[in-house]
């Protein structure tokens, strides 16, 4: 079995020449708790990149201000110079307080500063993709965006950044986006409970965008779990891998980057990608978000 077939891959980001496999991983966690300050041991935050790379991960998702600047100085520290077909992928638009607060960034003097630390520290001339975060800590807010984003397209004509993507935004925001510059990507919050962006997955496949889902791991209610505890156990498999593989089988232009700092759980969300979920079991798992949306009704 190649690596791309492990992994979930190819998937080619549109107008582009970066072709990932599916299953990437996320570098949030590498951070110290909170994602601030050092990892507990750095040279396990080092091996976990090292075996994620070993492994055909070629998609890292990461941010400067995760640390904020410690995780991407891992990244450095660990990969570089990094393996060709690696493609990094940032975030700009957030900033972290002395409090560790998250707060947003869309200034041009945010938006440079944050351009110029990525660079700096992940040891690169250029970011191949860059990430506009809106929105509020989970849910997309409306908005225009018009002036952080062309602050990110000057950049881009400059060579200082090869593509644009979007995080945490409404189809409105897309659209308005895509007047400005060309969008390759856009990660949102979306898993089996919350599907509130279905159709949006829906008209970015029709457009080869890929989406790249973000969700905490432990967002599920006893009620979910419990459902996905069976379906697991009849797999056999793990509750998480169950819902890692059920989003590669929703959609060819979902991309995935579950987190960890630890080997053994990123192996055990890498061998998700070979999960095959049969069709009985995927409309299990479809009627969690049912269930959701039936309790998120008000009583009468």
């Not at 979007?166 to 510059?181: K, P, W, Y």
């Not at 630890?262 to 998700?272: D, F, G, K, Q, V």
Request: proline fraction near 6%; charged fraction near 20%; glycine fraction near 8%.
């Amino acid at each position: 079995m190649s690596t791309e077939t492990k992994l979930g891959g190819p998937f080619n980001f549109s107008g582009t020449s970066f072709n990932v496999n599916r299953m990437g991983y996320g570098a949030m966690q590498l951070a110290g708790p909170g994602v601030w300050g050092p990892p507990r041991n750095l040279d396990v935050a080092m091996d976990v990149l090292r075996a994620a790379v070993a492994a055909g991960v070629n998609h890292i998702d990461t941010s400067d201000f995760y640390g904020p600047h410690v995780t991407n100085q891992i990244i450095k520290k660990a990969l570089h110079p990094y393996p060709a077909d690696l493609v990094i992928v940032t975030k700009l638009g957030c900033r972290r307080g002395p409090d560790k607060s998250w707060n947003h960034a869309f200034s041009r003097r945010d938006l440079t500063e944050g351009v110029r630390d990525n660079l700096q520290n992940l040891g690169i001339e250029q970011l191949d993709v860059v990430n506009l975060r809106v929105g509020g800590i989970n849910e997309p807010t409306e908005g225009s965006i018009e002036k952080p984003l062309s602050v990110l397209a000057e950049f881009k004509r400059q060579g200082l950044i090869r593509h644009l993507g979007l995080s945490n935004i409404t189809r409105r925001q897309f659209e308005e986006a895509q007047g400005i510059t060309e969008i390759v990507c856009v990660q949102n919050f979306y898993n089996l409970a919350y599907r509130n962006d279905d159709a949006f997955v829906d008209a970015l496949a029709r457009q080869d965008i890929a989406y790249v889902p973000f969700f905490p791991l432990g967002g599920f209610t006893p009620l979910q779990s419990s459902v996905l505890d069976r379906v697991a156990a009849s797999m056999p498999a793990s509750p998480m891998q169950v819902a890692l593989a059920w989003l590669l089988q929703r959609s060819p232009n979902i991309l995935l980057i579950p987190g960890t700092s630890s080997i053994n759980h990123l192996r055990e969300n890498l061998a998700a990608a070979a999960l095959e979920l049969p069709s009985d079991v995927i409309a299990e798992l479809n009627a969690i978000a049912e269930d959701v949306q039936a309790e998120a009704q008000p009583t009468r």
